[in-house]
């Protein structure tokens, strides 16, 4: 039952570990979204047309104001990661707390544009522009799901004091997943809303 | 904490009762509990295989309807690849072998472990749920059929989702392990082969298995919401469902055969008291197929209707993976010669393995031709390819591996008459029932079909009664294993004198493996040589 600690006992071989195992899973999820980015650009390269007057449908101005959100996040993130750094939890704890917050504003505004094409008929299925949108914005809004509640449990873990600049590897790895999320909207944004 | 660490200097198997398995965190009970679930669906699997051979005693349909035959057939399929080959050799072997191998006293994270273990039971109950209508589609659910077929595919893609779920974690585990957790001195050059093999199998795991994960997904929506990505009526291309599969499923035959690979890699020169010929191409060879793996997922698509020039380039890179294999198969005969071969039963599936997967692999190229291949294509000639990679690979490589470590997990010794004789009948009974498959598959039999011409009916014949000598041969095997936990002999820790760090433990290891972390000083090959262990 009682496992050995983690990394044999030392800390900068379990902090590595971690750090690889991350970087391990981040790379299966660049090829879980990457079949999608290739559906995508198998069928844009068959119906460019379709692409471009389907893409006018999308609302630029809340996609535009999502970015703004999740850029403003992760910069958040980054102030969370170097609190603990500098060994001051509290401030952790508010950073990442504003960017569960920044996550939440992102999927109300997700909420409004899929209600708004959804009262416009455009569904998953309407067509293929619309069946990608959907798939891929819905896949990327799980993961900022994920996301938010990965960051919940290192500001619960944090408020018992588990944090220090000492130790803080979950604090980096959520983070670093954070990072992730964020960046592939980076993508998602272009490639949907700004093809014309 | 005195009392702690006297617990871990008794045998990983002292503890008892349900919550100390279920719980456990120990990667040797976790693979013991890979084990069993495993081999459990490989018996099922195989039922399903002969209720197969039994339909096709006779050229009409005869036992069962053509839909119950299609579903038997796709069971069979797909336990066989999703719940026995895949995971039971990374994760039942692996799990217990890779942390004893390098010297460590688990896996990089002992909790992802244990999760992996419990997603994987996730994933097949929910296959087993999706029975209530079972699949009928072949383990490769093309579409458009699978998208519309009555059975519970998107059960079933779901299922298979959380059991890729349990690989990735599985995979990523390893990974972390191999490349952190090594003892001191124990450096890249001086790892078992059987390392090297499971990390090229890690890395296929991490990096195939998303792609199949979204490509279920997206078929389950297909289903759903009718997304239409498959569907050509909706603008969509079933092209691309065929290369999203093979993108995953091609590479994932070299998850089930390189850790097989590792295996033999171990067994060879443990039995010829030989050191291993050719180390490092052999452990290069499992990062070039792993590689190169991911590049040939066309070859089983020259008649889906891609374009001449993709089917061309597919064919070219297919040919390339014939030389890493090969190298390895050419260095572990290097290895046995001139050496003091021994019989024992690991060792007698081992040479199974190098004899059987030649055929296979020597009969890899005549697919990958394109001018062949359109006349082979969906012929039992296909079945019995890959039959003699997979089973006569990849299972007799597993075989070899329990027979190899019987003694090391369980502190028993086995029956070596009474495992010969089960090799024998195997060994028989594999070859009458796959063998005549190439022949009838080059006449033109094709596969899948619950009827066929009456001039194929004696080899069919043949191989149904092939198919029985092989079940009596499974049969007396693991009845063999369950003679050998409750009444073998005490193992000694070492019985068959081998240089690996396992066998320097007890048999069974105490649940911290090693009291010290060893130090390592020398490959695990110096076989032969005076300061070698007594000879």
């Known amino acids: 039952m009682n496992a050995p600690p983690a990394g044999h006992g030392d800390p900068r071989v379990a902090f590595e570990s971690a750090k690889l195992g991350l970087w391990t899973f981040l790379a299966t999820e660049v090829l879980l979204f990457g079949a999608l980015f290739t559906a995508y650009a198998v069928f844009r390269a068959k119906y460019p047309e379709m692409f471009r007057s389907e893409h006018l449908k999308l609302n630029r101005v809340l996609g535009t104001l999502n970015t703004l959100v999740l850029i403003t996040s992760s910069l958040a993130v980054v102030l969370g990661v170097d609190a603990i750094r500098r060994g001051k939890a509290r401030l952790l704890e508010k950073y990442y707390g504003a960017t569960i917050l920044l996550g939440a504003v992102f999927l109300c505004v997700k909420y409004v544009e899929w209600t708004g094409e959804f009262r416009h008929g455009l569904y998953p299925g309407t067509n293929i522009f619309f069946s990608l949108y959907f798939m891929m914005t819905g896949l990327h809004g799980i993961h900022v799901i994920l996301g938010m509640g990965v960051l919940a449990y290192v500001v619960v873990l944090s408020r018992r004091g588990r944090f220090s600049s000492g130790y803080h590897t979950p604090v980096e790895m959520a983070g670093l997943y954070w990072h992730f999320v964020d960046l592939v909207w980076i993508y998602l944004l272009p490639l949907l809303y700004l093809i014309g | ?535």
Request: charge should be positive.
């Open chain 2, 1 to 535: 904490m005195e009392r702690a660490a006297e617990g871990n200097r008794r045998g990983y198997l002292a503890e008892r009762g349900w919550r100390s398995w279920a719980y456990t965190m120990d990667h040797k009970r976790i693979g013991v509990m890979y084990l069993y679930t495993t081999i459990a669906f490989f018996l099922v699997g195989g039922v399903f295989a002969l209720l197969l051979r039994l339909e096709l005693l006779s050229p009409q349909a005869k036992y069962f309807s053509d839909h119950a035959y299609n579903v038997f057939f796709t069971l069979h399929g797909a336990m066989m690849i999703f719940l026995f080959i895949i995971p039971a050799i990374p994760s039942g072997l692996g799990n217990f072998f890779i942390p004893l191998h390098i010297g460590a006293r688990d896996v990089a994270f002992p909790r992802i472990n244990l999760a992996s273990y419990w997603v994987f039971v996730a994933g097949f109950l929910v296959v087993i749920a999706s029975l209530v209508s079972p699949m009928d589609t072949g383990w490769t659910f093309y579409t458009p059929y699978s998208a519309k077929t009555g059975a519970a595919v998107a059960t079933l893609s779901f299922g298979i989702f959380l059991i890729g779920m349990s690989s990735i974690l599985t995979g990523l585990n390893f990974i972390v392990t191999i490349h952190k957790l090594r003892a001191p001195g124990m450096t890249w050059h001086r790892l078992p082969l059987f390392i090297w093999g499971m990390y090229a199998t890690s890395i296929i795991q991490v990096i195939a298995t998303p792609v199949v994960g979204v490509t279920f997904l997206l078929l389950a929506m297909e289903r759903l919401l009718g997304v239409g990505f498959f569907d050509p009526a909706k603008g969509g291309d079933p092209v691309l469902f065929q290369h999203f599969f093979w993108f995953y499923s091609h590479p994932v035959v070299y998850v089930m055969i390189l850790p097989a690979m590792g295996i033999i890699s171990e067994v060879i020169p443990v039995f010829s008291r030989k050191p291993i010929f050719g180390y490092k191409a052999i452990a290069y060879s499992s990062l070039a197929i792993a590689f190169l793996g991911f590049l040939v997922w066309g070859h089983h698509m020259f008649t889906s209707g891609m374009s001449p020039l993709a089917n061309a380039i597919f064919s070219f890179l297919t040919f390339f993976v014939a030389v890493p294999t090969a190298v390895k198969v050419f260095n572990w005969i290097a290895t046995l010669y001139k050496g003091s071969i021994t019989f024992e039963s690991p060792m007698l599936y081992a040479l199974t393995f190098i004899f059987l997967f030649a055929v296979g692999g020597l009969t890899g190229p005549f697919l990958g031709a394109l001018a062949t291949n359109v006349q082979l294509h969906d012929t039992y000639f296909v079945v019995a390819h890959f039959h003699y990679t997979m089973m006569g690979g990849t299972v007799m490589g597993f075989f070899a591996g329990l027979h190899y470590w019987f003694p090391k997990m369980t502190g028993k010794m086995l029956n070596e008459k009474v495992a010969r004789i089960a090799w024998a009948l195997v060994f028989v009974g594999f070859n009458v029932t796959f063998f005549t498959m190439f022949i009838v598959g080059v006449r033109g039999m094709p596969r899948r079909y619950a009827e066929y011409l009456p001039k194929f009916h004696v080899e069919n014949v043949i191989s149904t009664v092939g198919s029985a000598i092989l079940a009596v041969g499974i049969a007396v095997m693991v009845l063999n294993f369950i003679l050998g936990l409750r009444k073998g002999a005490p193992a000694p820790g070492n019985p068959w004198r081998a240089l690996s760090l396992e066998w320097q433990t007890p048999s069974p290891p105490d649940t911290d493996n090693f009291h010290e972390i060893p130090v390592v000083t020398d490959w695990p090959y110096g076989y032969g040589k005076a300061e070698g262990p007594a000879e």
